[in-house]
C-alpha cells in the first residue's frame, strides 16, 4: 500500500505557474503507474496527465497538452505536476493517483488503486 500526499497548490493569477507535488511513502513509487487528476466545484473528476513507472512514457488530454507536464524522481519517491499557462478554468483540487497493475496510468479514474486527499490550484483573471 501507498500514501500519497499532494502539496503546491495556491492562488495565482492568469498566465503564472505552479509546480505541483506528490509524496509517496510506504511503497516505493517505481511500482506504480501514476496520474493527476482535477476536480472543480459542481464538475466530474478529469484527467489531467499519467506516467509510466520508469517515467519514459506520458501523455495529456488536449486541454492541458503543451502547458502542463507530469515527471517523476522514483529515488525520491515523489511525482510532479509543472502547470504553465495557467488559465481560471483550470481552477480546481488536484489529486495525484497510482495505478499497481499498469505500466501506464490510465485516463479512467476507477483505475487507480491510491489517492491523495488533493491540493488546491485556483487561478484568478
Known amino acids: 500500500q501507498v500514501q500519497l500526499v499532494e502539496s503546491g497548490g495556491g492562488l495565482v493569477q492568469a498566465g503564472g505557474s505552479l509546480r505541483l507535488s506528490c509524496a509517496a511513502s510506504?511503497?516505493?513509487?517505481?511500482?506504480?503507474?501514476m496520474g493527476w487528476f482535477r476536480q472543480a466545484p459542481r464538475k466530474e473528476r478529469e484527467f489531467v496527465a499519467a506516467?509510466?513507472?520508469?517515467?519514459?512514457?506520458?501523455y495529456y488530454p488536449d486541454s492541458v497538452k503543451g502547458r502542463f507536464t507530469i515527471s517523476r524522481d522514483n529515488a525520491k519517491n515523489a511525482v510532479y505536476l509543472q502547470m504553465n499557462s495557467l488559465k481560471p478554468e483550470d481552477t480546481a483540487v488536484y489529486y495525484c493517483?497510482?495505478?499497481?497493475?499498469?505500466?501506464?496510468?490510465?485516463?479512467?479514474?476507477?483505475?487507480?488503486?491510491?489517492w491523495g486527499k488533493g491540493t488546491l490550484v485556483t487561478v484568478s483573471s
Open positions: 510506504g511503497r516505493t513509487l517505481s511500482s506504480y503507474a
Open positions: 493517483a497510482a495505478e499497481k497493475d499498469d505500466w501506464l496510468g490510465s485516463l479512467y479514474s476507477y483505475e487507480y488503486d491510491y
Open positions: 506516467i509510466s513507472r520508469n517515467g519514459g512514457s506520458t
